[in-house]
T-cell receptor, first 109, second 113 residues
Framework: AQRVTQPEKLLSVFKGAPVELKCNYS??????LFWYVQYSRQRLQLLLR??SRESIKGFTADLNKGETSFHLKKPFAQEEDSAMYYC???????????FGTGTKLQVIP | DTAVSQSPKYLVTQMGNDKSIKCEQN?????MYWYKQDSKKFLKIMFS???????INETVPNRFSPKSPDKAHLNLHINSLELGDSAVYFC????????????FGEGSWLTVV
């Protein structure tokens, strides 16, 4: 069965500092990886997906199959980045998306 | 226009009651989901429906009964509510299987007292 691990429950960084939210997964096949963001008391929103290889709001994430990781990075944190971030995995051809336990990012002014 | 809408947004009820949460999507998607986010912010899938048929049922107590009258609606009915049912319930939808984005509703905050 697939599994997503986000080792940090809370990550606090100062404004302007680099951010890296860790995500590791376990799945024997070729998964599809996502990052979702949830701002305070709002819906989850898709932030980015590995197949798009895009940068959204300054965030990037690269799928490393060797390390089975999909870490989310941003070079300079902004206060508005404070939110809950979920890494998620979907098996190709199936609707089920497995979420990690989430990491709360707190950007300190 | 709201893509995935849920109601009610907030619900406080007593143990033992029966309640329903409604969900509608206007995206023309054929797949809908219910997710539960507990007090620790863990997010877990409960159910998934594709074209009104149950596809995923993740070890959810049978007090929880989803109902999909059509592709655009997936309602969640909960019988005999328990304290542990207090959580935020998110409805979501996507188109088909494979690499399509899942869109979430704003969540329904259920508090059982």
């Amino acid at each position: 069965a697939q599994r997503v691990t986000q080792p940090e429950k809370l990550l606090s960084v100062f404004k302007g500092a680099p951010v890296e939210l860790k995500c590791n997964y376990s799945y024997s096949g070729s998964p599809e990886l996502f990052w979702y963001v949830q701002y305070s008391r709002q819906r989850l929103q898709l932030l980015l997906r590995h197949i798009s290889r895009e940068s959204i709001k300054g965030f990037t994430a690269d799928l490393n199959k060797g390390e089975t990781s999909f870490h989310l990075k941003k070079p300079f944190a902004q206060e508005e980045d404070s939110a809950m971030y979920y890494c998620a995995l979907r098996v190709w051809g199936y609707q089920k998306v497995t979420f990690g336990t989430g990491t709360k990012l707190q950007v300190i002014p | 226009d709201t893509a995935v809408s849920q109601s009610p947004k907030y619900l406080v009820t007593q143990m033992g009651n029966d309640k329903s949460i409604k969900c509608e999507q206007n995206l023309g998607h054929d797949t809908m989901y219910w997710y539960k986010q507990d007090s620790k912010k863990f997010l877990k899938i409960m159910f998934s429906y594709n074209n009104k048929e149950l596809i995923i049922n993740e070890t959810v107590p049978n007090r929880f009964s989803p109902k999909s009258p059509d592709k655009a609606h997936l309602n969640l009915h909960i019988n005999s509510l328990e304290l542990g049912d207090s959580a935020v319930y998110f409805c979501a939808s996507s188109q088909g299987q494979g690499r399509n984005t899942i869109y979430f509703g704003e969540g329904s905050w259920l508090t059982v007292v």
